[in-house]
């Protein structure tokens, strides 16, 4: 198994390059080929187009999105020219109505084995920013390696992951789709915590899923926090400072909103405090 099929999509060039570099030395290293979509969201409510100067109003927010997205495809192009001429891309731009960003993004996951995407929250970062993550996990079903602010894009990823395991499907998915980082990594850490006391792996939390590792090829091991702070996420932040983890798996849970759906609170609050690569899955 291997990510042949890698995606990463770009709403400016601004503060782009890591991911693209990141998403350029995965490609590589799979042997596989990286698919840039460049996209611009008209921000216009055809919706409520009425009488008289709107239709030109919703016409120049239109013109305004397709020069944006071709400024940014331009951009694209020459980051992607500096990379290794050996790497295969290509390189795409589309316009999207504001309502139809997700059903687009999730349309292009779905064909792709891994996305590569900057962390959606921080500074120069919106709901769009968002929606594309949230579009790849639950309509794409496609896994996103979420990138902290300011990573440099040379720095290893997955020499030592910290698994989030809770044994739920989710969690599962996300180890599943990581195992070409797990089968490479050189310490991969199983964390389980406040684990349940009637679940199938009470007397062994994480036992059933080191096994399924270990048949892998992945050595594993298991380390049982128990719920030391209020919230979950400042215990899993202060493990992976302890394990000088260089990067998180996680299952990505969310609720739905009519089609759509929203990060959950634990998924959200993880992503927010990001300071290493995060691999989720739905």
């Not at 040379?154 to 789709?177: E, K």
């Not at 298991?222 to 979950?232: C, D, E, G, K, Q």
Request: charged share 20%; hydrophobic share 50%.
């Amino acid at each position: 198994m291997s990510y042949r099929s890698i995606l990463t999509i770009g709403l400016s060039a601004a503060g782009f390059a890591p991911a693209l570099q990141v998403a350029s030395r995965l490609a590589q290293a799979n042997d596989g080929h990286l698919d840039v979509l460049a996209v611009g969201v008209d921000m216009s409510m055809p919706g409520y187009v009425g009488f008289g100067g709107s239709v030109a109003i919703v016409d120049m927010a239109l013109d305004a999105a397709r020069e944006a997205v071709a400024l940014t495809e331009a951009e694209l192009r020459v980051l992607l020219a500096q990379e290794n001429p050996a790497l295969r891309w290509s390189v795409e731009a589309e316009v999207a109505a504001d309502g139809a960003l997700h059903d687009l993004v999730a349309g292009h996951a779905r064909y792709s084995d891994l996305m590569v995407m900057p962390k959606p929250y921080g500074a120069g970062r919106g709901v769009a920013d968002q929606t594309i993550v949230e579009a790849a996990l639950f309509g794409g079903q496609c896994p996103v390696l979420v990138l902290p602010e300011a990573f440099p894009a040379s720095r290893p990823i997955g020499n030592r992951p910290v698994v989030a395991w809770n044994g739920s499907d989710a969690a599962l998915a996300a180890v599943r789709r990581a195992l070409p980082f797990l089968k490479t990594a050189k310490k991969v850490n199983v964390v389980v915590i406040d684990p349940s006391v009637q679940g199938p792996e009470r007397s062994d939390p994480g036992g059933m899923l080191c096994r399924f590792l270990a048949r892998q090829g992945v050595g594993a091991e298991v380390s049982v926090l128990a719920r030391s702070a209020p919230r979950l996420p400042d215990v899993l932040h202060g493990h992976i400072r302890d394990q000088d983890c260089d990067l998180l798996v996680m299952g990505a849970y969310g609720h739905s909103r009519l089609r759509e759906a929203i990060f959950g609170g634990v998924t959200r609050d993880m992503l927010e405090q990001a300071a290493v690569p995060m691999f989720l899955a739905h």
